[in-house]
């Protein structure tokens, strides 16, 4: 058998697995649906997305109109009847410049520069307008991009408020957010076009945005700028909330691990541990690794592997038995685990909500 084929038979058999004991043990996140604010640069659900959602409308519409007038003259001057005119010395046509011709220049060239001119200041307008939110952030977040996943570390004046998460950012509504972007690798692009437009993330360089959402919901993101052979599979998501559940979810992203108590999840968190404790972090056990998504609070996320998959029990024990095969060169290995070992792992995993 090919090494494909026994790859692909391996997962069906980790999700088919995994599906059965999902339905006798009634764990695991919800099923990733369909997001309620899907990627769309046509409208905007803040502050700074309306302003940019303005422009992009009026500059759009301008284009059309150019489009649909340049047509119609060219239509004209197509099917207009031609005139003989009586070639001059050497067979050249004699310029006339009795003709209205002319005008057509200096009207056509006087209104494209008033249309470029106002289009320029009320881009220069809009900048100005989203260049700083219209007050002091309430959250201050900064997001490390990297191949192919994003991490997000909410900052706070008290060290014991500091959380890290990853792909999913979570944001109060009606409150501006601002945002540190950093690169551990290459250049990537961080932009949730319903909130906010685009912004570059450099390595050795930070940048700095904001965004505002004035409506409870969920809104994707993506990198957009060609990050590698993963890059379609570098999405994340802006997940809304009112001030008060934005509270409650922070303060339950501080609490560490629970305990484990049978002998299952002592051995899957052994496991954890061993296998995945060099690169992940899970607060409340010895497992410290900072290159990779800290997994203190996993299974609270709707996707894995930067949006590539929904997060339920399922597509996790895929993700876990052949992360090669689900997103191949991602820095995740295969962990060649047994049977047993890897419903164990599950067992632990799926504890940490």
Known sequence: ?????FRSRRRSAARIASLGFGVVAGLGATPCQADKHPMSYLRGFGTKADLEMQLTWGVLIISVVVILIISALVIMGVLRRRVDVPLGLGGRIPVDRSKPGLSWI????????AVLFGTLVWTMMTIAGVSRPPSVPSVDIRITAQQWWWQVQYLSDGPSRLITTANEIHIPVGQPVRFELISTDVIHSFWIPALSGKTDVIPGQTNVTWLEADKIGRYRGQCTEYCGAQHAHMALFAVAQSPAA??????HQLEPAPQ????????GEQLVVYHCGACHSVRGTVAGGVVAPDLTHLMSRATIAAGTIPNNVAELSAWIADPQDIKPGNHMPNLYLSGPELSDVRKFLITLK
Request: proline fraction near 0%; hydrophobic fraction near 35%; charged fraction near 15%.
């Open 1 to 5: 058998m090919s090494g494909d084929g």
């Open 106 to 113: 200096y009207i056509g060239v006087g209104i494209s520069s």
């Open 246 to 251: 934005f509270k409650s979810w922070w303060d």
């Open 260 to 267: 484990t108590s049978s002998a299952g999840l002592k051995h």
